[in-house]
């Protein structure tokens, strides 16, 4: 029974999927669906922490809304989070950045790290997201599809 659950488990998993680390500003493309429509949402934030093992992988995305902080837990191999994209590549030494959320201001921000590694890591974080901007461009397009088959369908009657 433990073979079944690991195997179907080891099927889920996704390499490109992690291309990020604690420390780095995110912007997450979520998928919801209300009804029968689908949509993309955005989630830009820092991620404080990388949780669990295996396709259980989960991640901590913390942001300033409104002047109140606000977490989201992302399951790493999620089919729903379409792409990660890292804006700044963060300097951190610790692989929980929970002490973030008693900071206010200029104190909450994380160093950027520059140079080379950076700039490699960038790279390597942008090309394992072209290939989610495919499967996201085909959910909106799938979306445009539905509203236009919609739309004929209301002007038939």
Not at 9 to 38: C, P
Not at 50 to 70: A, E, P, Q
Not at 76 to 105: A, C, W
Not at 108 to 119: C, F, H, N, R, T
Request: glycine share 6%; net charge positive; hydrophobic share 40%.
């Amino acid at each position: 029974m433990m073979d079944l659950i690991k195997t179907i488990e080891e099927q889920q998993k996704d390499d490109s999927a992690l291309n990020f680390s604690v420390g780095d500003t995110v912007k997450v493309h979520f998928e919801i669906i209300e009804g029968k429509t689908k949509r993309i949402q955005i989630y830009e934030g820092l991620v404080i922490c990388i949780k669990g093992s295996g396709v259980r992988k989960t991640f901590t995305v913390r942001k300033i809304s409104y002047n109140v902080g606000v977490e989201r837990v992302f399951p790493v191999y999620s089919p729903r989070v379409v792409k990660v994209e890292v804006t700044r590549v963060g300097k951190v030494r610790r692989s929980k950045l929970y002490y973030i959320r008693d900071k206010v201001g200029k104190n909450a921000k994380v160093k950027e790290l520059v140079g080379q590694k950076s700039v490699e890591y960038l790279k390597w974080s942008r090309d394992l997201a072209k290939a989610a901007d495919a499967t996201e461009a085909a959910i909106n397009a799938e979306e445009k599809a539905e509203i236009a088959a919609a739309k004929s369908a209301a002007a038939k009657k």
